[in-house]
């Protein structure tokens, strides 16, 4: 039987993840004072640690979802620690979304924790605890913006500025892409609980699969045209300019060779 000082362990903040968010917090303060002898760098510590916070983040709302949904298993598996290395899959929900930035700017989600579904009762709880992961995702792009839609950017440096840009950017591809009703991805976890018992069965084979068919999908120039035009519409209504996501994934990639009007406009 559990203790309360077990009970207290299972919730106890990793200091991984605290290691995690000192990093996000150092660089940031790096990039905004311009400390670093190389901006590149500090921005790409800096959105790569926010992003590593955010996917944390997102599997810990699925996983304290489901724990008042009704999953009393998930504290013991790790999953309220905000530690990402107790994830099922670490590799795909920390180490390949990295990748995927790194290579092409884009937040695909990852994996996800284990919840023992059969333990929670009502279709409404399902669907919320899929939905809980990418609206963490949108909350975490209304934080990063906020600076841009409450029109508060007076004083802020334009290196910060680009970074929050381009870490706003991977929340909102992220949202998007967790909302699709594909299987194996949230959205379609959200639809599944309202789906009949026959439909269920058919689509469960292809939910491996459904990660790879988007990540496919987007190499077609219309579909990425599509979707990187939603995601435009989406940041412009949060008043963020495709030119300063475009200056904050060139500084990103401080290993390329860097845009010299944003070179320009960050040294000033």
């Known amino acids: 039987m559990a203790t309360a000082t077990s009970r207290t362990g299972d919730r106890r903040i990793s200091p991984v ?28 510590l800096f959105v ?8 944390c983040l997102h599997e810990y709302a699925h996983a304290r979802t489901a724990l008042h949904g009704g999953d009393l298993t998930i504290g013991a598996k790790g999953y309220l620690t905000l530690n990402p290395l107790k994830y099922t899959h670490a590799l795909l929900s920390i180490v390949l979304p990295v990748v995927f930035v790194i ?23 399902h669907s919320l605890i899929s939905a809980a992961g990418p609206l963490t995702n949108v909350l975490f ?15 802020v440096p334009y290196a910060f500025r680009f970074a929050l840009a381009f870490l706003a950017l991977l929340q909102v591809t992220a949202a998007i892409l967790n909302f699709l009703p594909v299987p194996g991805l949230d959205g379609y976890g959200v639809v599944e609980p309202w789906l009949s018992y026959k439909v269920r069965r058919q689509v469960e084979p292809f939910a491996p699969f459904g990660l790879l068919a988007v990540f496919a999908l987007l ?11 939603l995601v435009d519409t989406a940041l412009q209504a949060l008043g963020v300019q495709d030119a300063e996501t475009y200056c904050g994934q060139d500084l990103y990639r401080f290993w390329q060779e860097q845009n010299e009007l944003c070179q320009e406009v960050v040294s000033r």
Do not use: Q, Y
């Open 17 to 44: 993840f605290l290691g995690i968010a000192a990093v996000m917090a150092v660089t940031g303060w790096a990039v905004w004072t311009g400390f670093s002898a190389n901006p590149g760098l500090a921005v790409f």
């Open 48 to 55: 790569t640690s926010g992003w590593v916070v955010s996917l």
């Open 103 to 125: 290579m092409g700017g884009i937040g695909l989600p990852g994996g996800a924790v284990f919840i023992e579904r059969d333990r929670i009762r009502g279709r409404w709880k």
């Open 141 to 155: 792009a209304l934080v990063c913006t906020a600076p841009f839609w409450l029109d508060a950017l007076d004083g």
């Open 219 to 229: 190499f077609v120039p219309e579909i990425n045209h599509a979707f990187f035009g």
